[in-house]
């Protein structure tokens, strides 16, 4: 059974998949017509062959820059920070929201088991000193690597340059209750509150 082993420690690697998973996973790829099983590895490697960070900005891509770097209606003086590439979605597929600045990617945020130089940040500061840059979104969770993050990002940009630096107000959720809320969102929603205009 050591070829099954083998294929349920690299199952492993994946974020929330422990040891049961795993054995589960595996014997299932077992099961399967080996046409689907081969589908899932060719995918894999596609997907590692011919997608790669954007280098302006970290976004996924199949081609030399991404989409929204190489897209000449996009408004380049405005940057959205997030932490995660799949984050992009959230504020892309927003069609209320109807960004049309461009993103950067830090690959995580600053914790116990990633430092700074590990991030996406120099980039980031270099786009700044080369681009007309106006504003910075950071998009960024507020959790505590999260606001490490932030304040580290925002302190490093200022010390140089004046530039707009925004971070989202937490709000509550729509439909919402505040007694259900937890202090650091009402916090949040209070702090980043905006004026009603009249209607
Ligand atoms: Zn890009």
Redesign the pocket.
């Known amino acids: 059974m050591e070829k099954i082993k083998r294929l349920a420690n690299s199952l492993k690697y994946l974020p929330s998949i422990g040891e049961k998973t795993a054995e589960r996973l595996a014997f299932e790829i077992l099961k399967m017509p080996s046409s689907k099983a081969l589908e899932i590895a060719e995918a894999i490697k596609i997907v590692k062959n011919e997608i790669k960070q954007?280098p302006?900005?970290g976004?996924y891509t199949e081609n030399s820059?991404?989409e929204?770097?190489s897209d000449a209606k996009r408004d380049k003086t405005i940057i959205l920070v997030i932490s995660r590439a799949k984050d992009f979605y959230i504020f892309e597929n927003n069609k209320k929201l109807n960004y049309n600045g461009t993103y950067h990617v830090l690959n995580g945020f600053i914790n116990d088991k990633t430092s700074v130089s590990e991030l996406n940040i120099e980039t980031l500061l270099k786009r700044i000193e080369k681009f007309n840059i106006k504003e910075i979104i950071l998009a960024i969770n507020p959790t505590i690597g999260g606001e490490l993050t932030i304040q580290y990002i925002a302190n490093k940009i200022l010390k140089n340059k004046k530039i707009t630096i925004t971070r989202l107000a937490y709000g509550l959720p729509a439909g919402g209750d505040i007694e259900f809320a937890d202090n650091f969102t009402i916090l949040e929603a209070v702090n980043g509150r905006k004026k009603i205009k009249c209607s």
């Open positions: 954007c302006i900005c976004l820059i991404c929204i770097c």
